[in-house]
């Protein structure tokens, strides 16, 4: 079993960054896959970033790539995003999930409960 733990959203402003952090428990953390999803009203869920159990493949959606860093440290059993040049379009609730396999894969096993960001225009 492992539990998500998500931290680092809240307001800013367009053009702004923010730092999501996500910590895991369980000594299995370091083989798994991860990725942050994001959620907005009337909207589903998509796919974010997803990073590899070692750090060394990475994933990013389209309208993310160039704006959006995923990393992961697993001495500290957590995965970062790095949001930068923020758009109003980007307001969501922003998930971490951990998949049960090493490799960048779309599905996955356990979820943290959201953290709210919000870009003010």
């Known amino acids: 079993q492992v539990q998500l733990v998500e931290s680092g959203g809240g307001l800013v402003q367009a053009g702004g960054s923010l730092r999501l952090s996500c910590a895991a428990s369980g000594r299995t953390f370091s083989s798994y896959a991860m990725g942050w999803f994001r959620q907005a009203p009337g909207k589903e869920r998509e796919l974010v970033a997803a990073?590899?159990?070692?750090?060394?493949?990475?994933y990013y959606a389209g309208s993310m790539k160039g704006r959006f860093t995923i990393s992961r440290d697993n001495a500290k059993n957590t995965v970062y995003l790095q949001m930068n040049s923020l758009k109003p379009e980007d307001t969501a609730v922003y998930y971490c999930a951990a998949a049960q396999v090493p490799d960048i894969t779309m599905e996955y096993n356990y979820w943290g409960q959201g953290t709210q960001v919000t870009v003010s225009s």
């Open positions: 990073i590899s159990w070692s750090g060394g493949s990475t």
